[in-house]
């Protein structure tokens, strides 16, 4: 009997890194700052293995694309339920995740077309995002041992590159009217609640590294 379903695992590995993280903060008080980036950056950390997977099983996502649109079509939300409440036998099963992106095509079409804006933005955050997330997560926990030149450097290019491609893809989605046909309130939660996390969250990024640029330290996780 598996022990973990999508939902439970997403929701575990958050806490597991988060708090985990935590853990490892040298401040007396933790500040806003931190935790929203430590909660975004292991966030972040977990789609972009997905994104990777994205890219490696781009023909099982059409496969499967074409098998939820037969049978989820004008229920797309019951396609996002089915995956949330997927038994996950093994959470290290790459196909299992890439079950994500099958779901969320039948949103936008675009995840499971491999010569798209979304599919190639996607992927290409997963492989450049993780190691700045690392830094950033390392330079709150050990705040002494690292430059605020190279950590501020990284992040102001690193959360622009997460930002900016959001407001791409936004403004593609609208542009291509893919939300046709869909239910208002799904394709507000589904599509525009989820990507604008990779909006606000990378602006947070954005304000500690030009403080840090500022300040010559990394006070900003301070104060």
């Known amino acids: 009997m598996a022990v973990l379903h999508m939902l439970t695992a997403i929701i575990l590995w958050l806490v597991v890194t988060t708090g985990g993280s935590l853990l490892l903060m040298p401040y007396d008080k933790t500040n806003i700052v931190v935790l929203l980036l430590l909660f975004f950056n292991n966030l972040n950390i977990l789609i972009a293995f997905c994104e990777i997977i994205l890219g490696l099983h781009i023909k099982t996502i059409k496969k499967d694309y074409k098998d939820n649109i037969e049978k989820y079509k004008g229920k797309e939300l019951g396609c996002v339920w089915a995956f949330m409440t997927m038994p996950l036998d093994n ?3 790459s196909k299992a ?3 994500m992106w099958s779901t969320y095509a039948v ?4 995840y499971q077309n491999d010569e798209s804006f979304g599919f190639f ?3 290409g955050n997963g492989w450049s995002t993780i190691p700045p997330c690392l830094l ?3 330079a709150m926990a050990y705040p002494d041992s690292f430059s605020p030149l190279l950590v501020g450097c990284v992040g102001i290019a690193s959360y622009w590159q997460v930002c900016y491609g959001t407001i791409i893809y936004i403004v593609s989605y609208l542009w291509n009217k893919r939300y046709v046909g869909k239910a208002l309130q799904e394709t507000v939660g589904f599509v525009a609640f989820a990507n604008m996390l990779w909006f606000w969250f990378p602006l947070i990024g954005i304000y500690a590294s030009v403080r840090m640029l500022g300040d010559g330290d990394l006070s900003v996780f301070q104060s």
């Open 91 to 93: 959470p290290f099963d």
């Open 97 to 99: 995740w890439s079950k």
């Open 107 to 110: 949103y936008d079409p675009s």
């Open 121 to 123: 933005i996607d992927v």
């Open 136 to 138: 950033w997560n390392l």
